[in-house]
């Protein structure tokens, strides 16, 4: 026994249940409409509907995030003390549940707001929404780190977690739009988008809860101490192991966050059609419905580390076909963005099976400040993504409008849809194959359970 497990290796051994393993899933759902809606439209909406320029649209939406890189870990010290004085971590996934409020007000911008003004009143409500979807993440992402299973069981329940992920991302990108109006989207149309899908998410992120506690009841773990604080951040940082995968990751869920971002301007600059948003959208998601299962069968035969380096170089050659634009042919530019969403579930099944195996191979810290590290990170690459795709189209000369508006862009702006949109993301995606093959952890975790 290695490291990785510090329990006797019966202990490692329980096979989670369907049926709790689905409910915890479930709150998967509610964190997949947070995460992709504002990465896919809040951009568009600033520089589309709300007249925000595309500089301060990028800024608005990446000030937020530099918050989440001290409040995330804080959220993960706090959920590790729950975890220790009351054996669960469920007070603070309910404080998260309040995370619906924050996503309809994102998007209820008072009327009389444009410009400026408008791009305040979104960068502070992302704050607030940001700081309750830590409050949740972080401790539902602890999970598999508490629980009392092992290296393939860990890949196992995220797999379920990403199959049911994949239909939040997937329902919320399509839907999302048609609510907004679609090709006609007016501020009222954003409103109404906001409250429904916020109903949806509380409703999903009650079950979370529930599923988790489910699963505590199967095989929970015992609680770990720790230190917390600034302790406790430093010695997550210096892990050896963590360090390469959280980086890795960070250009990760940078490159996934700017193609979302990229995805409306792409549709109608470079393919000329809006409504190919959704058809973009539904071939970067989908996939993942059908190859997740091939995923885990992957990583349980090559194992979790080539399985991710073989995803990275996936989306890495499909993002180069994108940048050739309309002369590719549609059906060429659909099949790389479908290439995009078989590697894309790939990256976000592996990483975060990954995590807890990290976790338990220090056994020195909480499982929450690890966690809370990880979705910081996470949320850094989720408003870098946009702002790179901003910088790209601030320095393309991109013309910012209000709803109804349709100012002719110039060539530059034109190309900087294109290339934002395929060779930004092929660049970022080769740093993180570099950082990635500087984890090393992966040979010894499959042999420890």
């Not at 899908?197 to 015992?222: D, H, N, P, Y």
């Not at 959280?246 to 700017?258: F, G, I, K």
């Not at 294109?418 to 660049?427: E, H, K, S």
Request: net charge positive; glycine share 12%; charged share 10%.
């Amino acid at each position: 026994m290695t490291g990785l497990d510090r329990r006797p290796a019966a202990a490692t051994d329980a096979t989670l249940p369907r049926g709790p393993l689905a409910g915890f899933a479930a709150g998967s759902l509610g964190m997949g409409v947070w995460v992709t809606v504002p990465g896919l439209l809040l951009l568009y909406f600033l520089t589309d509907v709300l007249a925000v320029g595309p500089w301060l649209a990028g800024l608005a939406l990446l000030l937020p995030k530099i918050a989440d890189v001290l409040l995330h870990p804080w959220v993960g010290h706090h959920a590790d003390v729950e975890q220790v004085r009351r054996g669960d971590r469920r007070r603070l996934l309910l404080v998260g549940c309040a995370l619906p409020v924050a996503f309809a007000a994102l998007f209820a911008v008072p009327g009389g707001l444009s410009g400026a003004p408008a791009a305040a009143w979104v960068a502070v409500v992302f704050v607030a929404g940001n700081l309750l979807f830590a409050a949740y993440q972080v401790p539902y992402l602890a999970t598999p780190a508490d629980l009392r299973i092992g290296y393939h069981e860990r890949t196992r329940l995220m797999a379920f977690r990403m199959v049911v992920l994949t239909l939040g991302i997937l329902a919320s990108g399509l839907l999302a739009p048609l609510l907004t109006g679609g090709d006609a989207a007016t501020r009222g149309g954003y409103q109404r988008m906001g409250v429904v899908l916020a109903v949806a998410m509380l409703a999903t992120m009650l079950v979370g809860v529930a599923g988790i506690a489910r699963l505590r009841g199967v095989a929970s773990g015992r609680a770990t101490p720790g230190h917390g604080g600034w302790r406790a951040l430093r010695t997550a940082l210096r892990d050896k192991q963590f360090r390469p995968l959280v980086a890795a990751y960070l250009a990760m869920s940078t490159t996934t966050h700017l193609v979302l971002a990229g995805v409306p301007y792409y549709a109608e600059y470079e393919l000329r059609a809006p409504a190919l948003t959704t058809v973009l959208v539904a071939a970067f998601v989908a996939p993942a419905l059908l190859v997740t299962p091939a995923w885990l069968v992957l990583a349980r035969r090559v194992g979790k580390q080539r399985a991710l380096l073989g995803a990275q170089g996936a989306f890495a050659a499909g993002s180069l076909v994108l940048a050739v634009g309309r002369p590719a042919g549609l059906p060429v530019l659909v099949g790389a963005v479908a290439v995009l969403g078989v590697a894309f579930a790939g990256m976000q099944l592996l990483p975060f099976s990954m995590l807890p195996d990290v976790i338990r191979a220090a056994g020195a810290t909480g499982a929450g400040t690890y966690t809370g590290v990880w979705t910081a990170t996470e949320a850094t690459g989720a408003a870098l993504g946009p702002y790179a795709y901003a910088l790209c189209l601030a320095v393309g000369g991109f013309v910012a409008s209000a709803a109804g508006e349709s100012p002719v862009q110039p060539d530059t702006a034109l190309a900087a849809v294109r290339y934002g949109f395929g060779l930004l993301p092929a660049v970022a995606m080769l740093a993180a194959v570099l950082l990635q093959r500087r984890y090393t952890l992966d040979a010894t975790a499959r042999t420890a359970t």
